[in-house]
């Protein structure tokens, strides 16, 4: 069973038991965290497809972490003119382990 769920602008194919990074959310470490922006629910070869979102469909999950990934840099220059920058960037994430599926 698996579903696509809408968080942070973006979407995510999720199961029970996986551990997902999603854009930053507003929750402590250990806390409870409902998504239900459910676009698609698979169950057993059975599909439901939202129209924009499944009625009555939730994911629930646990904040295992919040935290900032990698560092990428920026670098911008225009040729022949002396112009420099590097910048650099961390983006911060939540990463919830799922706990439930229910459509």
Known sequence: M??????????????EGEKV???KLPA???GEIVFDRVLLISKDGDVKI?????DGAVVTGVVD????GKKIIVYK???KKNYRR???HRQAFTQVLISS???
């Open 21 to 23: 990074r999603v854009e």
């Open 2 to 15: 698996y579903a696509i769920i809408e968080t942070g602008g973006k979407q995510y194919r999720v199961q």
């Open 50 to 54: 939202g129209s924009p979102v499944v």
């Open 101 to 103: 599926i229910k459509a």
């Open 86 to 88: 590097k910048n650099g």
């Open 65 to 68: 972490k919040q935290g900032r």
């Open 28 to 30: 402590e470490a250990g």
């Open 77 to 79: 220059y225009k040729a």
